[in-house]
């Protein structure tokens, strides 16, 4: 399969790892770590707690039945997961799952109740960080046109513009 997609010349810089603990806009001390094995339950209770409206592109899915299928896929081997946690409860969770041209799809969900505190900024470096110490190069992610508060983070943190359909922008950033 052969993708046209572009990427910027120059890496993005260095980006934070996890385990971190942040505090965010709010107080609240959040925890970002990558996935363990026992993070499953926690993230199925995230995403049935996540509001509709929030939803993008189909994702996260609406049943616990789905979403315990698409963690399926989202935390497999070859996918690099992290999450944000409140004391014992998910409230944000990052990823990166492989394409099929040597590249890296990020999809990033906060709950509504923790938006606009500066979690997903940091969930989202801390990923990105991650990554680093992995052996991976470009990532790249779709965000409908219409959610500046996303394309402005997602630009804040070294993402470009690479691509545009009717009401989907792409972007892509270069880690290494």
């Known amino acids: 399969m052969t993708v046209n997609r572009t990427y910027p010349d120059e890496p993005a810089g260095t980006f934070p790892r996890p ?5 965010d806009k709010e ?8 996935t363990e094995p ?8 995230m995403y049935t707690a996540f509001d509709p409206s929030d939803r993008a592109q189909g994702i996260p899915p609406v049943k616990e039945y789905a979403i315990d299928n698409w963690l ?5 081997e070859d996918c690099l997961n992290v999450i944000a946690w409140d004391g014992e409860e998910a409230v944000g969770h990052s990823m990166l799952v492989p394409d099929n041209a040597d590249a890296y799809e990020l999809a990033i969900f906060v709950l509504h109740t923790y938006q606009g505190a ?8 801390t990923l990105l960080g991650h990554v680093q110490e992995h052996d991976i190069e ?3 992610l779709t965000v409908e046109r219409w959610n500046e ?9 070294g993402f470009e513009v690479c691509g545009a359909e009717s009401f989907e922008i792409e972007m892509s950033i270069r880690l290494r």
Do not use: N
């Open 38 to 45: 026992d993070d499953r339950d926690a993230l199925v209770e």
């Open 118 to 125: 500066g979690i997903g900024t940091e969930l989202l470096k």
């Open 138 to 140: 470009t990532v790249w």
């Open 19 to 23: 385990s971190r603990t942040i505090t």
């Open 27 to 34: 107080g609240r001390e959040i925890q970002i770590r990558a």
């Open 149 to 157: 508060p996303a394309i402005e983070l997602y630009k804040k943190v």
């Open 72 to 76: 399926d896929t989202v935390l497999a």
